[in-house]
C-alpha cells in the first residue's frame, strides 16, 4: 500500500471521497446531536485547577476554526523567511489530535508534508471568527525540524491529572510525500503552564526500523508511578515505560488482535479509567474484527501472560477517537460521521451504543478530548480526505466543535 493510502487507513478515512475540495468560511457550523442530556467529562474533580465555575460558558462552547495553518510568529521577518524557504506552506498543516486545558486547546500537527513550521501548537478556545491562530508550544525553538532535541512530528498527544503534557514524536517526517528520519522516536513532556519541559524519553531501545508509532496514553499506577502505553503497529506490540524507573518492554500482542489486518494498519489505544483505579487499557487495530482490553495493573508488572480480554467482534472497522477521562468510550465506524459512545462496563455490542453527534457535511472526527472548564466534550474534526487528495485549495479547513445536546 501506498504511504497516501495508509495515511487514510490510519485516520479510518473513506479513499473514495467525493465532495468539495475547499470550504468557505463558514462560521457556527452546526451538528446534530441525539439525546437531550449534555455530554459531560468523568471525574471532573481531578481537575479542579481547570474549572473556575460550575456554569457552562455560551462563549467557551462556541466552534472553533481555521483554515490551513495562521501561526503567530516571532516578526514578520521570520514568517517571510519561513515561507520564501518553503518551511511554511499553509495547505501542508493539518490538526488530527488535541488535548484541553483550560480556555486553551493543544493540538498536534504531524509532519505529514513538506512546510509544517511547527508540530505542537495552542489554539485560544475564546477565539472568535473564522480564523483561530496557533502559537507553537512551549516556543518556537523546540519546533526545530532537524535539531533532536525538539520535535519533529508529534503525532499523539495525552495530557495527564497533573497537567503535563506529553508528545509522542515519531522522529519521522514528510510523511507523505518523502520520508525522512530526522532523529529517533521520542516523548516529551511539558508543563501545561509554564511551558517547561519535565521529560524526555528516548524510545530507541524499545522500537525497530520498521517501527510505527501511532498512539500514547499515560497512565499513574496506584504507588504514584508514571507509565507509558505507546501503540506499535508494525511490530504488533505495545510499549510499555515506566517513566519513574526509566525502564521499559515491549508486550507482544497476540495473533488473534491482528486476525483481518493487512501490513500497514493502525493500532488505536484507549484508557478507561475508574475511581478506584482499576484502569484498563483497549486497543483494536482499524482492520481487525475484534476489540481487546488488558488490566494496566498488569502492564505496570510486567505480569501480561494470559491477561489481554477479547470483548467480541466489532462489525465494521472502528476509529476510536477517545474517552471521556472515565469509563465511556468514543468512536466511529471508518468513513461514518456519527460519533458513538460506548460504556465500557457493559458489553460491547450495538445495544450499548449511543449515537452522541454527527459531524458536518464533509468533515471527519479524528479526536474527541474533555474539557473540565466547560463540563464538555469537546472534539477535533477536519476535511482529512482533502487535505491527502491535495484539493484543500489554501489550506485544510480544522474546526473544534462541543459534543453537547445544541447546535454552536
Known sequence: MSIRGALLLALGLAVI??????????????????????????????????????????????????????????????????????????KSVIATRM???????????PRFKAGVPATLVKVDLKHRGCQAELTPFPCWSVQEEG????????????????????????????????????????????????????????LSSLTCPASRLQYLVVDYAKDGRIFLYISDAATRSIIVYDV?????????????????????????????????GNNVLFFTYLSSQR??????????????AGRVHDHGPKNGKIVILGTDGGQFLFFRFEGSSEILRWNTNTCFKSDNFEVVYNSPDCL????????YKIQRIRILESNFPDFILGQVGCGAYQVINVIDNQCQ
Request: proline share 4%; charged share 15%; with cysteine.
Open 17 to 90: 471521497v467525493a465532495h468539495a475540495s475547499a470550504h468557505s468560511c463558514n462560521c457556527a457550523r452546526c451538528a446534530g446531536v441525539a439525546g437531550n442530556a449534555p455530554i459531560t467529562p468523568a471525574y471532573s474533580a481531578d481537575s479542579s485547577e481547570q474549572q473556575t465555575s460550575t456554569a457552562v460558558s455560551t462563549r467557551s462552547s462556541a466552534a472553533v476554526q481555521w483554515i490551513g495553518g495562521s501561526f503567530v510568529w516571532p516578526c514578520v521577518s521570520t514568517k517571510n523567511i519561513y515561507k520564501q524557504s518553503k518551511r511554511y506552506v499553509p
Open 291 to 304: 476489540l481487546f482490553s488488558i488490566k494496566t495493573a498488569y502492564l505496570q508488572s510486567g505480569s501480561t
Open 244 to 276: 519513574t524507573s526509566g525502564k521499559g518492554y515491549r508486550l507482544v500482542l497476540p495473533k488473534a488482535v491482528t486476525l483481518g489486518c493487512g501490513k500497514t494498519d493502525v493500532l488505536y489505544l484507549a484508557l478507561a479509567r475508574s475511581e478506584c
Open 147 to 202: 535539531n533532536c532535541e525538539a520535535l519533529q512530528s508529534v503525532v499523539d498527544i495525552f495530557l495527564d491529572a497533573n497537567n503535563i503534557l506529553w508528545a509522542l514524536d515519531a522522529g519521522i517526517v514528510n510523511t507523505l510525500e518523502q520520508p525522512v528520519r530526522r532523529c529517533s522516536p521520542k516523548v516529551m513532556a511539558f508543563d501545561v503552564k509554564t511551558g517547561k519541559l519535565i521529560k524526555k524519553v528516548d
Open 99 to 109: 488535548q484541553i486545558y483550560g480556555t486553551e486547546a493543544f493540538v498536534a500537527l
Open 364 to 371: 471527519l472526527a479524528t479526536q474527541v478530548a474533555p474539557d
